[in-house]
Every structure is written in C-alpha cells, then in structure tokens.
C-alpha cells in the first residue's frame, strides 16, 4: 500500500506525521521524501545513508560541423530551449523539459544528448525502516522529474509512505499519482482551510480516498471540521497544539519518542487508514 | 521602484502574515501575490477584483480517434509515457512538449493552447494588488508568476508608486526561482527548528546563485532560541542581514481569523511591535 501525505499549506506537520507514521509502526515500511525542494523527514528519520545517486536529465548538443543553421530543431521546441542565433545553435540547458524532440526532428543528425543534473537520492536505513529521498539541486527548477525518480524506488511488498511538497500543482500531483490513499494535514486557520479545499480538488481529480489530519486542533476555528463534515471527509486523527510537540519538532525529535502515548494513536491512524484503502 | 520578495524555503513559517503586517505599514506600494499554487493573502487583504484575465500558458496533446490509424509512432516517441495502449492521452502526464502532434503521420493529433488560470489586478483597503490562481494540477506555475510581478510593476508605474511587496512561494523550484529574478532584495522568514534551518540554509544559498540580497528573520523566536541563533550565525556568515526576531505570538492566528493584519488586529501585541521595528529596518536597509 502506498500513503502519500500532503497538505495544500506548508508548515501544516506533514513531515511529523509521515515520520511519526512510519516508526510507529511495526511492519515493514519505507519513508518516500518527495519534498525533494526542501526535503525534511531524515531530520528525524536520521537515518544510516548507505547509496547516493546523481539523477540527470538529457539535454541537447549541438554539433556546428553537421548543423546547417535550418532551424527546426527551434521550431518543435515549446519551451524556447534551442535558438538559431546568427551561425550558430544555442541551447538553453535551464528550460529544457528532455522531450527528444529536437534530436528527432534534426535532419542532419547534429544533435545529440548530454545531461542536466537535477539533484541526488540518497538511499538509507535506520532500524528496520527504508528510507529514500531525493534533493533538488540548488537552481534547478524542475522537481517533478526527480520526483519520479524517487517514486521508482517504491517496493511493492511493504507499506510506502510518501512525504510530498506543499502546493496543488505538478511536483504534487507527482507524488499522489498512483496513491492507494492520501492523507491531508491540515490546521483549523482561514489559510489551512482555503489550501486543504485546493489539495481535496487536487485528490479528487486522481480519484484516490483521502482522510485528514488537523493538527494544532484547537489554535483556530470550526470550519475546517464544518467543511470535513460536508464533503464527508474522515478526520483521522486531531493533534491539539501542545508546546511539547513544537519543541521536540524544533529539536529534530521524534514525538513518540518524546511522548511515548503518541505510538498508539498514530497505530490508529494507520488502522484507520487501512480500513478505508482496502 | 523597489520590490521585497518574503521566502522561506519551508512552508508555514508565517510569510503571509508577515506581509500582510508590513501592508498595513507600509506607504505608496503594491501588493503582489506570488504564491500562485496555494495563495492565501487574499484571505486577509480581501481584495476587489477590477480586472480579471485568463492564463493561458503550455499546449495538451489529444489525439482524435476517428483520424488515428493506432500506428503507435506516438506511444514510441512519447518520453512521459503519457499515451494508452488505446491511443489516449494522459492530460496530466502530458509534458506539452508536441512531439507526438509534430510527427504523427496522420494529422490525428490536436495540441490547444491550455488555459491553465486566472489573475486579477485588484483594489484593496492598502491600495492595489496583483494577484492569480493557478488551476489545481497545473504547470507552468513560474510562467505565472513571472507574469504576476510583471503586472504588479506596471501597476506601480501607472500608479507612481515606488515599491512593490511580494509574496513569494515555498520551496527552491520553478515558482521561486521566477519570484526572485530583479528583486531589490529578499527577506527570508524561517522559523527556529532543524527543519526551519535546513530549508533556509538552501534558500539562501538559491538566493545567492541569482545574485539577490537577502536578510532574515527568524519567527517564532523562543520556540528554540539556539536554533534561532545558530540560524542567525549562519546568515552573518553568508552575509545576509539579520534584521529581528519575531516572537511566537497566537494574535497572528487571531488576526488571520478575523481576516485581519496584526497591525489592524492589536497593534500593541508583541509580534506586532517586533514586525514594526523590522519594517523599519528594512526600510533602511533598501533606502526607501
């Protein structure tokens, strides 16, 4: 099964419950970072890192020996990554999207691929929980490819929990695709409200069951529940704002480790989750 | 004219509230909103929308069946493997990169233009703002931003005004790699824990490669006073100005409630006070 945790705003505890999620669980589980911007969960996963790879994506070459400055490879080009300037081909490396189509539709065969790195994923353990995440490189702008990549290390056989990035759009839709359940952590604010409304439309357009997570429960207002109730959306688990968590948070420290009563209600959460995914 | 871009690298650290403070005190500027996938300062600002435009950005193959011969030329040369054994395309894989519609031997492929958004240029009670939403699961969103900054300087220009407040996104992707290029300077607001460094760490240093001033400061403060420190030492020590510290204080919560600023909502609370003498050092900072 894989449960992907997302949220529409940021700073809402996704990372917390991912975390928290997978340690207190007692089969085997691996920890998917797809937050690959702003990855978080090895603060507190602190796991053993034993493999990193560098993920690259193709980008063209151009040979000026064979090219006869025709300008195609420009025109099928949508993202204005290859220009015909003068006698010569530029291309922009930065805004190329890997499509081959300027390699294909060369036909002095002047083009050929190299590759943009686009980050790392490092591959690890800590006890008997995988861990895998995937860290854009600084000034690179596309994450969903990395993403991708991430997402290739799923293992069918175990429980894969996902931390996705904030937002509704592409690098999320990226890690939800495919979920047999996403999990929404929201907080009980006007801003928690209006961006859990945008994740719910992003999950309902992939089709997958959702549940969500208020956390700081009772630092806010009604309408998050009001609205959970009207869109009959379970609410899982609330966490009420307790300065011991934010604290441990703040340290890099796990909260069933800080607060042991805390394992057995994230084991509810997954009961509860598993009832509604199978 | 002048533009302050407010980043974070981590989501949640209290960006939007604290721009919406820095609303309520500044003078002759425009409001932006740069956070297009999740925008929520309108929620305190309340805007009236005077203008309203679509988005169009980025085309979406679609094959139409009574003209395809089921070839599969399309499925080989598609690198998103977004094309079904039966000839459909995937509207979300779909990277709009038109190879299939450029090579298709029959012609059977369409590949509109998508609208893909809204943005507004609007009227508020701290003057006007450029704002947008970009629809649930779309791209492009660094496109529209882009754009949305675009709008709000011609706004000032029109308008004569000389600064131009932004919002700007969380993370280091497209969308915030879009919110920084031409900014007078960043201001990063992080908050003091291992998380909170570790994304401001890399925000600063993306702030760096694009060559923008930056300055910080720390929300939240005593949650974690050393981490707030130590996220302070590194800031001196990459040359971004540490410009005050923000106490973890409910009345911002309270205020976002009542779709207020904390200014309007108490302007003598704590973290009113510590934004007040922020603002000021700021104004300093980048001589307005």
């Keep these: 099964m894989i449960i992907s945790i997302a949220s529409g705003k940021g700073g809402t505890g996704k990372t917390t419950v991912a975390t928290n999620l997978a340690v207190s669980l007692e089969s085997d589980v691996q920890v998917l970072d797809c937050d690959v911007e702003e990855p978080n969960s090895h603060l507190f996963i602190q796991p053993t890192i034993e493999e990193v790879n560098t993920i690259t994506t193709p980008v063209p070459e151009v040979d000026m020996e064979k090219c006869t400055l025709c300008g195609k490879c420009a025109e099928i080009c949508q993202f204005h990554a290859i220009v ?41 353990h800590r006890n008997g929980l995988e861990f895998v995440h995937g860290r854009l490189r600084v000034g690179e702008a596309m994450s969903p490819p990395l993403i991708k990549k991430v997402r290739e290390y799923t293992r069918p056989d175990i429980l894969t929990i996902i931390d996705a990035p904030p937002g509704t759009s592409c690098p999320v839709i990226a890690s939800m695709k495919g979920a047999d359940f996403v999990l929404l952590v929201t907080e009980p604010t006007p801003f928690g409200l209006h961006d859990l409304k945008l994740a719910v439309g992003a999950v309902k357009i992939l089709g997958i069951p959702c549940g969500l997570v208020i956390n700081r429960s009772d630092m806010g207002n009604d309408q998050v529940k009001k609205y959970a109730k009207e869109e009959q959306l379970p609410v899982l688990m609330e966490i009420p704002f307790d300065r011991r968590i934010a604290e441990a948070y703040s340290r890099g420290d796990m909260v069933v480790d800080v607060m042991p009563e805390w394992k057995d209600r994230f084991l509810e959460l997954y009961h509860r989750i598993e009832k509604i995914a199978v | 004219m002048k533009e302050i871009v407010i980043i974070s690298g981590k989501g949640g650290t209290g960006k939007t ?42 085309h979406t193959a679609i094959i139409n069946q009574d003209k395809c011969t089921e070839c599969g030329l399309c499925l080989d040369l598609c690198r998103w493997n977004a094309i079904s054994e039966d000839f459909v395309v995937d509207q979300i894989e779909c990277e709009g990169c038109g190879v299939c519609w450029y090579f298709c031997p029959e012609k059977a492929i369409d590949f509109p233009l998508n609208t893909c958004g809204e943005w507004y240029l609007s009227d508020t009670r701290f003057g006007p703002m450029a704002h947008a939403r970009l629809d649930i699961a779309e791209d492009n969103s660094g496109k529209l931003v882009s754009l949305i900054r675009q709008e709000g300087k011609k706004l000032a220009e029109e308008k004569h005004l000389d600064l131009l407040l932004t919002d700007g996104p969380p993370g280091i992707g497209c969308p915030v790699i879009a919110s ?7 201001l990063i607001v992080a908050e003091p824990t291992v998380s909170g460094r570790h994304d401001m760490e890399r925000v600063a240093e993306l702030a760096a490669f694009f060559k923008i001033p930056a300055m910080l400061c720390v929300n939240k403060f005593d949650l974690n006073p050393s981490e707030g420190e130590a996220i302070e030492a590194f800031a001196k020590e990459k040359n971004i100005g540490v410009i005050g510290r923000v106490p973890f204080d409910p009345a911002f919560t309270k205020a976002m409630i009542q779709g207020k600023t904390i200014v309007e909502f108490d302007s003598r609370s704590e973290g009113c006070e510590k934004v007040k003498s922020i603002w000021k050092n700021l104004l300093q900072i980048i001589e307005i």
Aim: glycine letters at 8%; proline letters at 3%; a negative charge.
């Design chain 1, 84 to 124: 015909v300037l003068g006698e010569t081909v530029l291309p922009f490396h930065e805004l190329c999207h890997s499509c081959g189509g300027c390699l294909l539709v060369c036909p002095e065969k002047a083009i050929t691929e190299t590759a943009r790195e686009l980050g790392v994923i490092e591959r690890g």
């Design chain 2, 17 to 58: 509230s604290i721009i919406a403070a820095f609303a309520s005190l500044a003078k002759n500027k425009v409001l932006c909103d740069a956070d297009v996938d999740a925008a929520d300062l309108h929620l305190i600002i309340d805007p009236e929308i005077r203008e309203r435009h679509n988005f169009e950005s980025g």
């Design chain 2, 180 to 186: 920084l290029g031409g900014a007078t300077t960043v």
